[in-house]
């Protein structure tokens, strides 16, 4: 039986221009080596930025992605026009999607999200910039989860770079 390795994405909507050939590189690269292995599945909450650019490759990569959605309005919060028209090309590719329920915050359903991800997949993969999370359910919050779950992290930035 072929062994299946699940991969899941956090990290952060803006990326700046620098740091995105580092990081596409750098996914492409942990995909590769993965299915080395056997097959390999995505898992993205689709947001824009890091989930996005983590969905096309995989997609690309002839990956199945499954989105993972927080329990909110979310598509009306993800940001402007393109992020949001993205997300739903991107959905409608996914081979599967999990809608999780509906939590009393957006911060709450993001984190919630970010610890299925975790809790269901065997590495991450994190666009981070190493510093800490802008708030509740923000990257830095996704990675520490992962490490005390003792999922691995593959943490993928440029050094040096910084965050708009």
């Not at 952060?12 to 995909?31: K, N």
């Not at 824009?48 to 993972?68: E, M, Y």
């Not at 919630?112 to 510093?131: N, P, S, Y």
Request: hydrophobic share 40%; with cysteine.
């Amino acid at each position: 039986m072929e062994r299946t390795t699940r991969i899941g994405v956090t990290g952060h909507r803006d990326i700046p221009e620098p740091v995105l050939e580092c990081v596409s590189t750098g996914i492409l690269d942990e995909f590769k080596n993965q299915a080395a292995g056997g097959r390999v599945e995505a898992f993205s909450a689709l947001a824009g930025g890091a989930d996005q650019l983590f969905a096309d490759l995989a997609l690309s990569s002839g990956i199945p992605v499954t989105a993972v959605i927080p329990g909110t309005d979310y598509e009306r919060h993800l940001g402007g026009q393109a992020v949001r028209v993205a997300f739903r090309r991107l959905l409608l590719a996914c081979a599967d999607r999990v809608d999780l329920p509906v939590e009393r915050t957006r911060e709450e359903a993001y984190a919630a999200a970010g610890r299925w991800i975790v809790d269901h997949t065997d590495r991450l993969v994190a666009v981070w910039d190493g510093e800490p999370a802008r708030g509740p359910g923000g990257t830095g919050d996704i990675v520490a989860y992962a490490g005390r779950v003792g999922v691995p992290v593959n943490v993928l930035w440029r050094p040096g770079a910084r965050r708009p």
